[in-house]
Every structure is written in C-alpha cells, then in structure tokens.
C-alpha cells in the first residue's frame, strides 16, 4: 500500500457542486500539505496541517476548505466548484526531525465543468 | 513574498547530452530541496542541501547549491531516456517546514 493515498484519483464534476476530496497517510507524520499543481506555475500551497489541532491557509486558500479528522487523514473540500478549480491537486506529509523531504499521494486530477 | 523561479521551463535534449536546470530564490533560503515529477506521476524528493556552497552527488545527478543560499542547480550528466519528467526545487517559507515550489523545468530526451 502507497504511504500516502489520496481518493478519488480522477474526478469531473459540475460548477456549483460540493466536493471533498480524501487523503490518508501511514507514514505517521504530524504535518499534511495540501497543493495545487497548474501547468508552468508548479505546486502552490492551499492548506497545511502541523497536527489534528492545527489548521492553516496557504498561498492560495480561497475557495477551499479543510478538515483534519485524525492524525492520518485530511481532506480538502471545495465548497462551490468552480471551473478555474480545475488542476491536478497532491496531499503531502513530511517529518520535521527528518532531512527527507515531503512524500507526497498520487494525486487526484479535477475537471469542474 | 518569496519566490523561487526555475530556467529553463522546458529543455529537449538528445540523450547523451547534459542537463541543467537553475533555481533563484528571492530570499537567503535555510535548505534547498530538489524533486522529480514522472509525466503522469507525483513529485518525489531527490535531495536536500544546507550548507553555503554545498555539492552532492547521485550517480549522473549534481546538486549544488549556491554560496549566497539563494540559487541551486541540477546538472545531469549524459542524459538518459529514464530523466525524463520535470525538476522542481523547493525551499522553506516562513517556518515549519512549508515549502515554496518552483515553477519546475521540464525535460524531454529523444532518442
């Protein structure tokens, strides 16, 4: 099994509709990531989590919401989707008393239409 | 805020030549972090630098980061078909760990 797993993996849905989209770890790391990745502007950072307790806006927040459930699992929901919401969106999970770097899912590819 | 630009966006090679990709942050960076994104796949960790001027090695792949702890680069030596995907470099924003990607350099490597 993936260390990080997000679900679904790819999704279409309509401008208006709520969507959440779910990501889990077993790596056992306090710290989730949620990024945005858009053609030639890389990754940009929505939400971060540093723990269960601690929930915190990104670069780029607006539009999105969050929710930390346990230490393992931590979603990203749109409220109100949007057609510029469309983009490929990646969990991640890092260790700050390690010198690896983020682990990051699969990703879930989002089309709003 | 900060911001981390990469040169080139995309580069073709023929395999066998050399690579490199640069990365310039706006501000004096704590560590530098370096990763690679298959087409179709996610982003995985390379490597990590944090000393001034540092320079590591992965095989054909050369990290060095630079003395004023604002630009890094990647150089792949004799390019290979398996290179191809796209480098992205990252470094810390403000504290805790949240990184700033940058915008990434895509390579190609024809036959």
């Known amino acids: 099994d993936a260390d990080v797993t997000q679900t679904p993996r790819n999704r279409i849905t309509k401008t208006g509709k709520r969507i959440m989209l779910e990501c889990s770890q077993t790596?056992?790391?306090?710290?989730m990531y949620w990024y945005r990745q858009d053609p030639g502007l890389g990754l940009r950072l929505i939400y971060y989590?540093?723990?269960?307790?601690?929930?915190n806006k990104g670069e780029i927040s607006d539009g999105y919401s969050v929710s930390r459930q346990a230490q393992a699992k931590f979603s990203l929901s749109l409220e109100s989707a949007i057609p510029n919401q469309t983009a490929l969106y990646f969990c991640?999970?890092?260790?700050?008393?390690?010198?690896?770097?983020?682990?990051f899912g699969s990703g879930t590819r989002l089309t709003v239409v | 805020g900060q911001q981390v630009m990469q040169i080139p966006q995309y580069q073709h090679v023929q395999e066998g030549e050399d690579f490199t990709t640069y990365c310039n942050s706006s501000?004096?960076?704590?560590?530098i972090q370096w990763y690679k994104q298959r087409p179709g796949g996610h982003p995985v960790f390379l490597i990590q630098?944090?000393?001034?001027?540092e320079v590591k090695k992965q095989k054909r792949l050369t990290f060095q980061f630079g003395e004023a702890k604002k630009n890094s680069s990647l150089h792949i030596t004799a390019t290979q078909t398996t290179d191809v995907g796209t480098y992205f470099c990252?470094?810390?924003?403000?504290?805790?760990?949240?990184?700033?990607f940058g915008t990434g350099t895509q390579l190609k490597v024809e036959l």
């Open positions: 991640a999970t890092s260790d700050p008393r390690s010198t690896y770097g983020y682990t």
């Open positions: 790596k056992g790391h306090d710290r």
């Open positions: 989590s540093f723990d269960v307790k601690d929930i």
């Open positions: 501000t004096t960076l704590s560590n």
């Open positions: 630098l944090v000393k001034s001027g």
């Open positions: 990252a470094g810390p924003r403000g504290g805790g760990n949240k990184l700033t």
